[in-house]
């Protein structure tokens, strides 16, 4: 079996110290780091499916979610020595809103953003809407990045854009959506600037949005 292959079933089998080893090869022999993490999200998700599906249980579904995030470990460095010397593009607060604990998915766009020249505020899962607002402030930032990955937290991106509408903030932040159950008519609906399907098109999205001057630095607010 192909070593990629390999590392995938690691992380749907939920073996952390497999998926971690077997990453440090893939990052040896220089594979793409961004095509190993599109793969293991297909595996995660296959898990996921697999869960709904009632052939695995919670437990099934933490181990695999510690493996992936085992195997993220040495993936992580390959990513960030690209950002090296790069100029700063903008400021993004990021996050997954209340409720909600997935934060892997969150953690990749945090990294890949970061890489590609973005200061990057994780706040981390579970975070209430106007702490979103209040970092954002505080850090000056150009962009607020919401995730939720349950259909039941959804809400909770657009309670963000209602607050910044309700505080006169609205025109301040381009906020941009994601998580797997979130698409562009939802992001339509609650009045967000973007909608990313993953981590890759984020970053193509937000480096666009800077450049057409929303964020920030591009208000007079
Ligand atoms: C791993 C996982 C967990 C882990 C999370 C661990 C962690 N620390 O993150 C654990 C085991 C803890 C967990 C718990 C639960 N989970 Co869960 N979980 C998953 C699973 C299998 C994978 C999620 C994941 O990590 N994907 C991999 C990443 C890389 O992909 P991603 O998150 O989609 O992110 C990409 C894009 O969406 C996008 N993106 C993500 N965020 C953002 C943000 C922005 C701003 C942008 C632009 C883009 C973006 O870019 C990312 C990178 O490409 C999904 C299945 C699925 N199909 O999503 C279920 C799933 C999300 N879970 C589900 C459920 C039901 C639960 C529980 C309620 C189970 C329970 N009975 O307790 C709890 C919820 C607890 C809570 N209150 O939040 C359901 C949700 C169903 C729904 N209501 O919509 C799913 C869909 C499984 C299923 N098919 O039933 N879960």
Avoid: C
């Amino acid at each position: 079996m192909e070593l990629l292959e390999r590392l995938v079933e690691a992380v749907e089998d939920g073996k952390d110290e497999e998926a971690f080893a077997l990453a440090q090869g893939a990052m040896a022999v220089k594979m793409d780091p961004l095509e190993v993490v599109d793969a293991l999200t297909k595996g995660i998700r296959e898990v996921g499916d697999r869960f709904e599906r009632m052939e695995v249980f919670l437990p099934e579904m933490m181990l695999a979610a510690r493996a992936m995030q085992k195997a993220l470990e040495p993936i992580a460095p390959y990513l960030e020595r690209q950002s090296e010397g790069r100029e700063k593009k903008g400021t993004v607060v990021i996050g997954t809103v209340e409720g909600d604990v997935h934060e892997i998915g969150k953690h990749i766009v945090a990294l890949l953003l970061e890489v590609n020249g973005f200061s990057v505020y994780d706040l981390g899962s579970d975070v209430n809407a106007l702490d979103f607002i209040k970092r954002a402030q505080e850090v000056k930032a150009d962009i607020i990045g919401a995730s939720a990955l349950m259909t039941t937290t959804m809400p909770g991106q657009q309670e963000i854009i209602e607050i910044l509408r309700d505080m006169g903030l609205r025109e301040r932040f381009h906020v941009i959506v994601g998580g797997t159950p979130v698409t562009q008519d939802w992001a339509e609906e609650i009045g967000a600037d973007s909608w990313a399907e993953n981590a890759a098109t984020a970053v193509a999205i937000l480096e666009e949005a800077m450049i057409e001057g929303r964020g920030y630095a591009g208000t007079t607010l």
